[in-house]
């Protein structure tokens, strides 16, 4: 029994490490604080998408091998090489990783230095630099991540986060506050929609595959013991995930009439943590949120390099590590606010596509993996989100849309 303990909560704890970014602890108190009176039904639909969606995605992908492209390949190479590609690029040095490292400048250490310091470039080049450094450390052995991560940083970022959350309950900031725009009549679809935009179903098909290539290097080469540790530490990641947006939107919820309304996030949970703990409460959430830039950076930078490494064999996974490493290095100093412009519609228009394909994923046995039924669902969203203006992302008319979607899903040439 402690064996099965000791296995399961090592690789669950990686897993909520590998989801908890500094987003994830951002979004909950600005829930919180504008749902108000409407906490409840908020946060239930939150969870849905913010916690239930990533669970079925990794059980989905667990049930296949942990493979994502091998996966997509029931629909058409094609469609598997360039939706991969996408995805992990995405969610990857595009957009996630280069974020983790601007997170951890602006909230982690930016709240420590005077005005003067912070209007120059020098600190966040030094910070990313750092980071940047130890995460690449990290990740070049991606078969020491369930030691690394599992049992040595995801122990402390939970001492941090429930240090914060106990406080928060045992005396809470202030009374619970009234409800706030959508939230008054739309609690439930508004908390929906926010737990959508973690985006974290996205990253669910990127770790499966790294959980199980962790769980081979450590040893664990039986197919179905590889199946249930990583659906093990999907629920356990899950549950973890559960527990920090609750206490966080709690936090939220009781802090209005101390802090008054903000219009993030971050600022909510930096007041929040200072009128909690005082002057140790800016520590605290800076280990927070270093903590979880760092392993989140970690996992993303490890999964890029595996994939791209299976895709092009000559290329190492060391090689790779260190270019997704250096590149996001990068782009976190000079680029990120015009990249994040650029990347968020791509990130929303694929959001949709892997719902469905998870879906089809899970139940692919009731109708025999035939390509034409996954194909099917997936060409009418992709045409969906593609012809909404809220996705439009392409100059292009509705036909020469319908007629790129078709190439990629069905691998049509002509």
């Not at 390949?73 to 995405?90: D, E």
């Not at 999907?234 to 939107?249: E, N, P």
Request: net charge positive; with cysteine; aromatic share 12%.
């Amino acid at each position: 029994m402690m064996k099965f303990l000791k296995e399961n909560l090592a690789v669950g704890f990686m897993l909520f490490a590998l989801f908890l970014g500094a987003g994830n602890i951002i979004f909950p108190p600005l829930l919180g604080q504008q749902a108000g009176s409407e906490y409840i039904p908020a946060i239930i639909g939150f969870l849905i998408t913010g916690v239930g969606l990533p669970l079925m995605g990794i059980v989905a992908v667990a049930l296949n091998g942990g493979d994502l492209q091998e996966v997509s390949k029931r629909i058409h190479p094609v469609f598997a090489i360039t939706f991969t590609s996408v995805v992990y690029l995405s969610i990857g040095p595009l957009f996630a990783i280069p974020r983790t490292g601007a997170s951890t400048y602006s909230i982690g250490v930016a709240p420590f230095l005077s005005a003067e310091a912070q209007s120059g470039w020098l600190p966040l080049f030094i910070t990313t630099l750092i980071f940047f450094a130890v995460v690449l450390f990290l990740a070049l052995n991606p078969s020491k991540l369930v030691d690394r991560v599992g049992k040595v940083l995801t122990p402390l970022l939970l001492l941090v986060i429930v240090l914060l959350a106990v406080k928060s309950f045992i005396t809470p900031i202030g009374p619970i506050g009234e409800a706030q725009g959508p939230y008054i009549t739309q609690a439930f679809a508004k908390g929906f929609t926010e737990g959508y935009l973690t985006l974290d179903a996205l990253a669910s098909l990127v770790f499966g595959i790294l959980i199980v290539q962790s769980l081979a290097a450590n040893g664990i080469k039986d197919r179905m013991k590889q199946v249930k540790m990583t659906i093990n530490a999907g629920v356990i990641a899950a549950i973890g995930l559960a527990f920090v947006y609750i206490s966080l939107a709690y936090i939220g919820v009781t802090s209005p009439s101390v802090t008054g309304y903000l219009s993030d996030g971050g600022s909510i949970i930096a007041a929040a943590a200072k009128i909690l703990y005082g002057n140790a409460g800016n520590i605290i959430l800076s280990a927070v949120i270093i903590l979880a830039c760092l392993t989140t950076a970690i996992g993303l930078v490890a999964a890029n390099a595996t994939f791209f490494n299976k895709l092009f064999p000559k290329l190492s996974y060391k090689f790779l590590a260190v270019v997704f490493t250096l590149f996001s290095f990068v782009i976190s100093n000079f680029g990120l606010a015009n990249l994040i412009t650029i990347t968020l519609p791509v990130l929303m228009f694929i959001y949709p596509i892997t719902i469905v394909l998870m879906l089809l994923i899970m139940f692919d046995k009731l109708f025999d993996r035939r390509p034409i039924v996954y194909a099917f669902p997936l060409t009418i969203m992709t045409i969906k989100v593609s012809t909404n203006q809220h996705y439009n992302i392409l100059n292009i008319s509705t036909f020469r849309k319908v007629k790129v979607i078709c190439k990629m899903v069905f691998g049509i040439t002509s």
